[in-house]
């Protein structure tokens, strides 16, 4: 670690790129590990959201420690609280999605969160859509269709449970950006942290808890360990460069979990997958690359 924040001092671009690929490779691990115990060992969904997000909190203890509580002072509790409302929905939808759909249909299908976040931002927020932003959203909907195919016989609504993950996470990321006018991140994370893991234990106290033992219990450790030290490289990753820069490097975890669940499951990618993430992907940067443009005309203005 020591070697990355050195690499990020005198190389920023590369270390952003690096340090993105990593939390790429740490999210397809997790994703491996949560197919794994709840599709061969048979452990719940919402009990597995619950340990995951409790063992990471448990290793995000330091940071908790250094931010302190000051920083849960809030003008706007009810916000933070719906927010995480709707993180802890997405989570249950993702995890339990990963239980039943393979992770490169999951993965693909859940990138189509930034559609809901620009259909959400002219619903909610009252923001300007132009014609690239409807086209690009048209086009990143398209793929999503063709991924999932609705019309074949060979389609399970659970295959729709990524996409709820994806309007929930969405719709966490309105909130976000719309605290972050008068919260500072520190508040925003913390709030999350915190609020997660009990709400999380609700979800599972009401399923039938369930408490891991034996291999169960190592792979959750891993889970957690995993989870804190990915959102941290992510979060490391957009404070070292340009999000700009460092989206497309994101978009490599399609190709990492492809990757992985071949590896491990033997799941063979349908050959309409990389139609439908060709679109899904080019749609997505398009809306980056036009929103970076024109937040450059308007600061040049």
Do not use: C
């Not at 690929?21 to 061969?40: D, E, P, R, Y």
């Not at 930034?114 to 959203?137: C, D, N, S, Y």
């Not at 969405?170 to 609020?195: C, F, M, N, Q, R």
Request: proline share 5%; aromatic share 12%; hydrophobic share 60%.
């Amino acid at each position: 670690m020591n070697q990355i924040l050195n690499l990020r001092l005198k190389y920023p671009a590369v270390a952003a790129a690096a340090i993105m690929v990593l939390a790429g490779v740490a999210f397809a691990a997790i994703n491996v590990l949560t197919q794994w115990v709840t599709m061969k060992l048979g452990f719940g969904s919402v009990s597995t959201a619950f340990w995951q997000y409790a063992i990471a909190l448990l290793f995000s203890l330091p940071y908790l420690w250094r931010v302190g509580i000051r920083a849960m002072r809030t003008n706007y509790p009810t916000s933070h609280i719906v927010r995480v409302a709707f993180s802890v929905f997405g989570v249950q939808a993702w995890v339990m999605g990963l239980a039943h759909v393979p992770i490169w249909q999951a993965i693909a299908l859940v990138m189509t969160s930034p559609f809901f976040i620009i259909l959400g931002a002219r619903i909610f927020l009252g923001e300007r859509v132009g014609p690239a932003r409807w086209a690009a959203t048209a086009t990143g909907f398209a793929g999503a269709m063709i991924i999932l195919q609705p019309w074949s016989d060979t389609f399970t609504w659970a295959a729709l449970l990524p996409v709820l993950a994806a309007l929930l996470w969405g719709a966490t990321s309105l909130y976000t950006k719309s605290l972050t006018h008068d919260e500072s991140p520190e508040a925003i994370t913390v709030w999350l942290l915190l609020l997660l893991t009990p709400v999380n234990g609700a979800f599972a106290l009401a399923s039938g808890f369930e408490v891991p033992t034996g291999p169960a219990l190592g792979i959750f450790i891993a889970l957690g360990l995993l989870t804190a030290v990915a959102q941290y490289l992510l979060t490391l990753a957009y404070a070292t460069a340009d999000a700009a820069y460092v989206q497309p490097f994101d978009d490599l975890k399609l190709p990492l979990n492809v990757l992985a669940g071949w590896i491990v499951f033997g799941y063979a990618p349908a050959g309409t997958l990389w139609l439908g993430a060709v679109l899904i992907l080019g749609a997505s940067l398009f809306i980056m690359t036009y929103e970076s443009r024109r937040e450059r005309a308007v600061a040049a203005e």
